[in-house]
């Protein structure tokens, strides 16, 4: 499979304020991330992994070391060739889904397409693709509000799309999910990455990273280990996740 990002012997320091303290969040991390792949990041808290996805969602910048994201190193970038790369390469989806309360689906899935510079019939069109995409065409006129937990994941699924991403980032996707919504959504993930999408996501729930081909488990700013193994079905029992064995 092509690789679509890279990271090399990258590292993360913050500095704590009104102090010279440095704490380090990464330290001489190398990953590759190839397309097609669905990857999840566990770890505890303080372990890297949300500092390691805001730097490969370019919401930060290491503090050494490489990221390269396509064919572009963009380890050095400032913040608004930063803030281009994350419209135009990059899909987040969020846990607490981040929808205009006021817009319906199609007009959410329209709002960053506007900011891209896409005509408005185009804009329209492929909203509407992507809505049948995910399962909302008959929701398309429909207000966050009127929508169940799961169809507005579907809606930031959708909207992670609209720029044709290399990658998209999902931060405890199904964590604000019941069990029987949560397997839907990882279905439909099963569905993108089949289609050649490249999905990495933050989980702390084994179930969930059980879905994803890859595992990456950092300790202390380390990966602490990295296994790749076949995809497996999760079914619903009692309300909780459960392997298909």
Request: aromatic letters at 4%; charged letters at 25%; hydrophobic letters at 40%.
């Amino acid at each position: 499979m092509p690789l679509v990002a890279s990271v090399q012997n990258l590292s993360k320091i913050y500095r704590k304020p009104g102090t010279n303290i440095e704490v380090p969040a990464l330290r001489a991390i190398n990953v590759d991330f190839n397309q097609g792949e669905f990857t999840a990041i566990m770890g505890a808290s303080g372990s890297g992994k949300s500092t390691l996805m805001n730097v490969l969602g370019c919401l930060d910048q290491p503090t050494s070391g490489s990221y390269i994201l396509g064919d572009q190193d963009i380890s050095k970038l400032d913040d608004n060739s930063l803030s281009e790369i994350r419209s135009r390469r990059i899909g987040f989806i969020f846990q607490n889904f981040n929808l205009i309360q006021q817009l319906t689906v199609l007009e959410n899935l329209e709002v960053p397409m506007f900011y891209l510079g896409i005509p408005p019939d185009e804009r329209r069109r492929r909203a509407m693709e992507l809505a049948e995409k995910v399962g909302l065409a008959e929701r398309a006129d429909h207000r966050p509000m009127q929508l169940s937990g799961g169809q507005q994941q579907r809606v930031c699924i959708a909207r992670a799309m609209v720029n044709e991403p290399l990658i998209l980032l999902a931060d405890e996707p199904t964590g604000a999910l019941d069990s029987k919504t949560g397997q839907q959504i990882l279905e439909l993930f099963d569905e993108l990455v089949d289609q050649g999408k490249t999905i990495i996501l933050v989980t702390h729930d084994p179930t969930v990273a059980h879905r994803c081909q890859r595992v990456i488990h950092l300790h202390d700013g380390r990966v602490q280990k990295d296994e790749r193994h076949a995809r497996h079905a999760v079914q619903v029992e009692g309300g909780q996740f459960s392997p298909v064995t």
